[in-house]
């Protein structure tokens, strides 16, 4: 059990990474329009993560090592997701956090295909999308973690 605890950690810290990488690829000069002189180091950048359910003992492990990273660099975490199970249920998650103008999302996909239109909304509006445990179709997403 402790083996697979640190696997979940280290599996959320390499996905958190992965995004934070590819957020700061991005390009995007909004650091300078906010008067914080594009510092870098991660502050203020926003994580959601989407799990395909919420009170899942996988999940809350691989989130929860996910959360301290982002802490860790000063970032603004969020975990949202639906009770049970759903693409569809995801998929408000999704279009939420883009409305949010959230700058990553890292969500372990309910359905390969089903989330692909709410993503492709969330990548269009520069957010960075990881996908781990569960892959989308891989025109869908920035990268995918698998365990």
């Known amino acids: 059990m402790k083996f697979q605890n640190r696997r979940l950690a280290s599996l959320a810290a390499v996905t958190l990474v992965a995004s934070l990488a590819l957020t700061a690829c991005g390009g995007d000069d909004s650091s300078s329009a906010n008067g914080d002189g594009g510092s870098g180091g991660g502050d203020g950048t926003t994580v959601t993560f989407i799990p395909k359910n919420l009170g899942n003992a996988y999940f809350d ?7 301290k990273a982002v802490e860790e660099f000063g970032g603004s975490y969020e975990e949202v997701g639906p009770a049970e199970g759903s693409p569809d249920g995801q998929v ?9 103008g959230r700058d990553a999302l890292v969500i372990s996909a ?3 295909d089903a989330l692909c239109d709410a993503i492709g909304e969330a990548r269009d509006a520069d957010i960075k999308v990881v996908t781990y445990d569960a892959d989308t179709n ?3 997403r920035d990268l995918f973690i698998n365990q």
């Open 138 to 140: 891989p025109d869908c």
């Open 110 to 112: 309910n359905d390969p």
């Open 92 to 100: 408000t998650y999704i279009n939420t956090a883009t409305q949010q």
């Open 61 to 67: 492990t691989s989130n929860a090592g996910g959360k």
